[in-house]
């Protein structure tokens, strides 16, 4: 039985450690391609193609909806998280580093979410974009592009560092647990 709990309790710290490296892994940085070439730069930003754009949108949309993923199992994870570290203190663990990191997380995330809410007013009004996501006002498209490119680095800018000392903590406590159970 004690083996079985054992294991339980490293495959939940597992998976936890998974979703945070998710969850601050970098998200590509979406831009249509001359917008920062430098051998080629266009005479002006707005002469992108209109389909060029068009599937830039499509893109960002989707870049947005994963971060959207990734901060519901981040939120998840917390709850989660937050049980295991109440029975290891229960258990009598120093588990102060692990609390201060994850509620670092936690802040981040909580930072990160009304952020998150006005990329998608970006993208529900699809300035420059119709409904179908053509492009309809190249100037506004253009625009509308490097907003929520904005607000999608910005999201993981947020929460990436939090994430790392989260990750980075939960190693120093696994470290030292293990340590412990050897030397006792």
Do not use: C
Request: charged residues 30%; glycine residues 6%; aromatic residues 4%.
């Amino acid at each position: 039985m004690k083996t079985l709990s054992m294991l339980f309790k490293k495959t939940v710290l597992v998976a936890l450690v998974s979703v945070l490296a998710l969850a601050a892994l970098p998200v590509t940085n979406v831009s249509a391609s001359g917008m920062s070439d430098p051998e080629n730069p266009p005479a002006d930003k707005t002469q992108l193609s209109g389909e060029r754009l068009e599937r830039v949108w499509v893109q960002m949309q989707r870049v947005y909806e994963r971060q959207g993923r990734i901060l519901d199992r981040a939120d998840e994870m917390v709850e989660r998280f937050q049980e295991l570290i109440a029975r290891f203190e229960e258990n009598g663990k120093d588990v102060a580093a692990l609390q201060a990191a994850l509620d670092a997380f936690d802040e981040a995330l909580k930072e990160a979410h009304p952020i998150y809410e006005s990329a998608k007013g970006i993208i529900n009004s699809h300035q420059g974009f119709d409904a179908n996501g053509k492009v309809i006002d190249q100037e506004k498209a253009v625009e509308t592009v490097k907003d929520l490119s904005g607000k999608l680095k910005e999201i993981r800018e947020i929460v990436r560092e939090p994430g790392r000392a989260l990750r980075e903590a939960i190693k120093a406590f696994r470290d030292a647990r293990r340590s412990a159970e050897i030397s006792g």
